[in-house]
């Protein structure tokens, strides 16, 4: 299939590439995003809407900046996502970029869910929680608190219902 991009052109994706995210992204229309990976972008990469050309995020992995982070979700988000017991899940952080690195920084309350398996996504919007919405990526890294980080290494990929 191929996907219009504001910042790529058109691009040609395969269908089973496509991330359904049925909730969308908050406060954003869309539903059906792929992760574009061009070079040079290091540890982030483009959630593209597939049917709106402009609407795109920079994402990163969680784990590549934040690995002793655990996020919990709820019996409901995990069957939302299809996770199974043992479901694997990987969490997107969406990022503001800024021209000096400094100024990067990453919403660690309002990560995306993605089941890489089943290509679902979903948005999770941790209330009450202590996780900030701009978290610096580069300056030195303050102890982020919150009641769903561990001070243990979660194993890869799990996840367990809250």
């Given at each position: ?34 992760l574009l990976t061009p070079p040079n972008l290091g540890p982030f990469c ?54 000096d690195p400094k100024q990067i920084t990453a919403n660690l309350r309002g ?18 929680e202590t996780y900030p919405t701009r978290q610096p990526l580069f300056a ?23």
């Open positions: 299939m191929q996907v219009q991009t504001a910042r790529f052109g058109a691009l040609e994706i395969e269908e089973s590439k496509v991330v359904e995210m049925p909730q969308g992204m908050l406060g954003f229309a869309g539903t059906r995003f792929v483009w959630l593209q809407s597939v049917g709106q050309p402009e609407l795109a995020f920079v994402v990163t992995d969680a784990k590549h900046w934040f690995p002793r982070m655990e996020f919990r979700l709820t019996a409901e988000e995990c069957s939302s996502l299809e996770l199974g017991e043992a479901g694997a899940v990987v969490f997107l952080l969406v990022v503001t970029m800024a021209k990560p995306i869910a993605l089941n890489p398996e089943r290509q679902i996504a979903r948005q999770i919007v941790f209330e009450g030195p890294q303050e102890s982020v608190k919150g009641g769903r980080r561990s001070g243990k290494k979660p194993a890869p990929g799990a996840v367990q219902p809250a």
